[in-house]
């Protein structure tokens, strides 16, 4: 993981593993998946950014409808470890 100060940019959960990793392989974005501390999937885009640049990308990336309006800037402290894909 990053930085405690650095944020990811959480674009969508699944409750399962075969949905994620599909989500993941067929986004055009580069993307990795989490397994999370409620048993979810995370997905999330790859590395961490400082804070101010991870809500400027973001906000950019939803501006262009290349992420779901439900996307956030997290932490990423219930990540508990990657799981999908290089």
Known sequence: MGKFDDRFIQVKSFPGYAEAEEYVRSSPLHLVAFLATNGWFAIALRGSLEHS?????????????????????TYGNTYVKKVCCN
């Open 53 to 73: 640049r991870a809500i400027s990308l973001l906000a950019g990336l939803k501006a262009e409808s290349k992420v779901p309006e439900d996307a956030f800037v």
